[in-house]
């Protein structure tokens, strides 16, 4: 069974990076033909669909979507020696304070990690 898990600092500061890595077991992320998404949780949706927010993923061959209101912010990368997704966000502000997802697929995703807290603030 396929496993995510996120890490990366639960506390960011206004206009710093967010970094985040999301460690896949259970599968490889250059298997065909699965992209690997990052989804947020903004504070107060709930986990339906259509209350989170999509913000890219990469394919298995190293191809990259983005959401089009993010992408100017955002940089997904991958390391397939350790399975490892990755995510920037650049620029954050408060309004970037959210769950944070990776996931198997992207509408919807079959697999997600657990989840984890980034908060923006000084």
């Known amino acids: 069974q396929v496993q995510l898990q996120e890490s990366g600092p639960g506390l960011v500061k206004p206009s710093q990076m967010l970094s985040l890595t999301c460690t896949v077991s259970g599968g490889s992320i250059t298997t065909k033909y699965y992209a690997w998404s990052w989804i947020r949780q903004p504070p107060g949706k709930g986990l339906e669909w259509k209350g989170l927010?999509?913000?890219?993923?990469?394919?298995?061959?190293?191809?990259?979507s983005y959401s089009p209101s993010l992408k100017s912010r955002t940089s997904i990368s991958r390391d397939t020696s350790k399975n490892q997704l990755s995510l920037q966000l650049s620029s954050v502000t408060p309004e970037d304070t959210a769950v944070y997802y990776c996931a198997r697929g992207e509408s919807p995703p079959d697999y997600w990690g657990q989840g984890t807290q980034v908060t923006v603030s000084s």
């Open positions: 927010e999509w913000m890219g993923s990469i394919n298995y061959d190293g191809k990259t």
